[in-house]
């Protein structure tokens, strides 16, 4: 499985944007860029995904660099419910069986 | 639509036990997915089922299996418990092929004694 390497932790300001990197210079020609949250005590929840153009819907943006090696996830407007783990993972054709790394915990402070 | 539904959400269980847990997936979504998840391992990929066929297995030892049934409705077996087997078991539903994005249960917490 293709690896992606995101960083332990980040934090933000409540109702501040907030970018989320992940790298993945392994990354093939069929790999989709996926993210996920998990909210304590939740199961993960899919955020966006994308292959080679940047994608928008109601909860993120998702950014993608042109050699595709590297993507930002981008919340336009932390909010307190934003706190959280997030996974970046590459998903191709190993159907149905998303590789979850240590994801990023995102806190948000008021 | 309603979502992913897991039964039970919790269950104790003792050493030596089997144990069955269900995942009822996302109405229309033929694709189900089993993780477990631990504080040591984090989440970890189970198996896939897709029209009633496993395609894809992780590397979980034999004591783990599953199944899905005719309703895209899956259940997976755990025998012959061990205390390490201890987790959150979550299973995750997803459109066509599954190679869509995944929409997870609230899982079952299985406690191992």
């Known amino acids: 499985d293709a690896k992606t390497t995101q960083p332990n932790s980040m934090e933000s300001n409540e109702e501040e944007p907030v970018h989320l990197p992940c790298n993945h210079s392994?990354?093939?020609?069929?790999?989709?860029i996926h993210w996920y949250r998990q909210l304590p005590s939740q199961g993960p929840e899919y955020v966006i995904h994308?292959?080679?153009s940047n994608v928008n819907n109601r909860m993120a943006s998702l950014a993608i660099a042109e050699d595709r090696k590297s993507s930002t996830l981008i919340l336009h407007r932390a909010t307190l419910r934003d706190a959280a783990v997030y996974y970046c993972?590459?998903?191709?054709?190993?159907?149905?069986?998303?590789?979850f790394g240590q994801g990023t915990i995102l806190t948000v402070h008021p | 639509k309603a979502g992913v539904t897991q039964t039970p959400r919790y269950l104790i269980k003792t050493r030596g036990q089997q144990v069955t847990l269900s995942c009822s997936p996302i109405?229309?979504?033929?694709?189900v997915s089993w993780y477990q998840q631990t504080p040591g391992q984090g989440l970890q990929f189970l198996f896939e089922?897709?029209?009633?066929?496993?395609?894809n297995k992780g590397n979980f030892p034999g004591r783990f299996s599953g199944r899905q049934f005719s309703n895209s409705r899956s259940e997976m077996n755990v025998s012959t418990l061990e205390l390490g087997d201890s987790a959150l078991y979550l299973c995750?539903?997803?459109?066509?092929?599954?190679?869509?994005?995944?929409?997870f249960g609230p899982g079952t917490r299985l406690t191992v004694t």
């Open positions: 109405s229309g979504h033929r694709s």
């Open positions: 392994t990354i093939s020609g069929t790999d989709y």
């Open positions: 994308g292959l080679t």
């Open positions: 089922y897709f029209s009633e066929t496993q395609r």
């Open positions: 995750a539903s997803s459109s066509e092929d599954g190679l869509n994005e995944q929409y």
């Open positions: 993972i590459l998903y191709g054709t190993s159907y149905g069986k998303l590789t």
